[in-house]
């Protein structure tokens, strides 16, 4: 069972079980730790029996690449708990809710900002590497990020090859 849930509107229980997995997943990254990251707008999960198998969050925002404005998905914290891996949970919720980027929010551009090893299970999806400079905010200055940026334009959306991204805010 998909659920979709704006953030914001998100039980005290749930929002901090989201957290717990999240620190779980990413939070021994020193990267990770380094950085202040946007505040998601939007949370998809997976459930089997009851049980959390797999979710993601969806930052919305106004990119540019090359100084063109783009409505932006910023896919995020995409996690499976360890007992759940291999069974293509991720996958799946990430196909399954594609609509929901494209159709009824009208997004042009998916952007990941993405770790070397999971290159493979987003290109499998359909993402694509960019070699462009990402840039992005932080509370003291602007940085350029240091790992890969993916993309995934919306269909019927002219993709390009940038050289350049900002993400005109704090990452995802």
Do not use: K
């Amino acid at each position: 069972m998909i659920e979709r849930l704006a953030y914001a509107d998100l039980n005290p229980a749930l929002r901090s079980e989201l957290l717990a997995a999240v620190q779980a997943e990413f939070g021994h990254i020193a990267v990770v730790q380094a950085i202040d990251w946007a505040t998601p707008d939007w949370v998809f999960i997976w459930r089997e029996a009851g049980q959390l198998t797999s979710f993601y969050q969806l930052v919305e925002r106004t990119v540019l690449l090359d100084g063109r404005p783009y409505r932006t998905g910023g896919l995020h914290n995409v996690i499976t708990p360890s007992a759940y891996r291999g069974r293509g949970f991720s996958s799946r919720l990430i196909r399954e809710t594609e609509s929901f980027w494209w159709q009824e929010r009208q997004l042009e551009l998916g952007l990941l900002l993405c770790a070397n090893a999971l290159l493979p299970f987003y290109e499998r999806l359909g993402w694509q590497r960019t070699d462009a400079a990402t840039y992005f905010e932080q509370p003291t200055s602007r940085q350029r990020w240091s790992v890969n940026t993916m993309l995934r334009f919306a269909p019927g959306v002219l993709p390009v090859l940038p050289q350049e991204i900002s993400l005109e805010g704090l990452p995802w």
